[in-house]
């Protein structure tokens, strides 16, 4: 099968190469997922686990990628819950291969339906961005409707999400970003925008959540913003800095079969609008992966177009 992978942990995303690679086999308790479009965040490249094993072994070369949407082909010894020729999405486990591949092997119940109606790209877009957003709002933030919620790259893929989510729940919700992003995080449903780079952060007064995607300055400015038993919520690694009277929490997003549909369902029934910049073939995913100029929302590799 055609693959992409990765080499040289020295140079990252820029040392990705297409090759040939086994079919992988199906392990107990695992599919075989004949994949149709791969998600990637760029951050893997930094990841240990892109580069070992659980063990700390060395795995290169390794197949990154853990967004997928594609169809069952195969089912392990012992695998319940899915059959041959569903249509599912899901997130694949950080230690294994991933999916900028034409299968990959993961375990069953890291999977979820796909629905008939919702495009594979679509599909792929939405693991990561969306368990992150909705396990940073829910399992970690404990959002209540009525709060204020400051919400960092509130027009990235996981910002974007994010924003949309905590307006449907019943929240004040807060983007930032750059000037560029002040539309389309409106659109997105914030009620107010902060421009990082020319407005004052502190103006906007105390609110009670913060989710950041950005960390270091912006991040210990957003914690003296927090009001008495609120939140800071970090994906971009430990917080740098804590609220005087509340709490900072950093997580890992976690693969979760009910999350992920009632993400799934949002997004057939209007409520929830992914953000996907380029889309690129995996003959071209190396350089779609490697833009030359600043990623607007989600870049999707459609393996199968």
Do not use: C
Not at 58 to 85: F, K, N, Q, W
Request: hydrophobic share 45%.
């Amino acid at each position: 099968m055609k693959a992409i992978v990765a080499t040289d942990q020295a140079a990252g995303v820029a040392g990705m190469r297409l090759v040939e690679r086994p079919e992988p086999p199906a392990a107990i308790n695992d599919v075989i997922v004949e994949v149709h479009a791969s998600g990637f965040v760029p951050t893997e490249m930094e990841w240990p686990s892109t580069w070992t094993d659980r063990r700390g072994l060395d795995r290169t070369p390794s197949i990154p990628g853990h967004e997928m949407a594609g169809v069952v082909t195969a089912l392990g010894y012992g695998t319940t819950g899915l059959s041959v020729g569903q249509r599912v999405f899901g997130l694949t486990d950080w230690h294994r291969d991933g999916t900028l591949a034409e299968y990959v092997a993961v375990e069953a119940r890291n999977l979820a339906p796909l629905p008939g109606d919702v495009d594979f790209v679509v599909g792929a877009s939405l693991p990561i961005s969306g368990l992150t957003a909705w396990q940073g709002l829910f399992d970690h933030g404990r959002l209540k409707a009525g709060q204020s919620v400051l919400v960092h790259g509130a027009a990235g893929a996981v910002g974007s999400l994010v924003t949309q989510l905590a307006k449907e729940f019943g929240a004040y919700v807060i983007g930032t970003g750059r000037a560029a992003d002040r539309q389309k995080t409106l659109d997105y449903g914030a009620q107010e925008f902060v421009d990082l780079d020319n407005d004052a952060l502190e103006d906007v007064g105390g609110v009670d959540l913060v989710i950041d995607v950005i960390g270091g300055d912006v991040q210990r400015r957003s914690a003296a913003m927090i009001r008495a038993g609120g939140t800071l919520v970090s994906v971009v690694g430990p917080p740098e800095a804590r609220p005087a009277d509340g709490l900072a929490i950093d997580f890992v997003v976690e693969s979760d079969r009910a999350q992920l549909g009632e993400i799934v369902q949002r997004v057939r029934d209007g409520r929830l609008r992914t953000n996907i910049g380029a889309v690129a073939t995996l003959d071209d995913a190396v350089a779609a992966l490697n833009p030359t100029e600043r990623r607007k929302g989600k870049t999707v590799i459609s393996v199968r177009p």
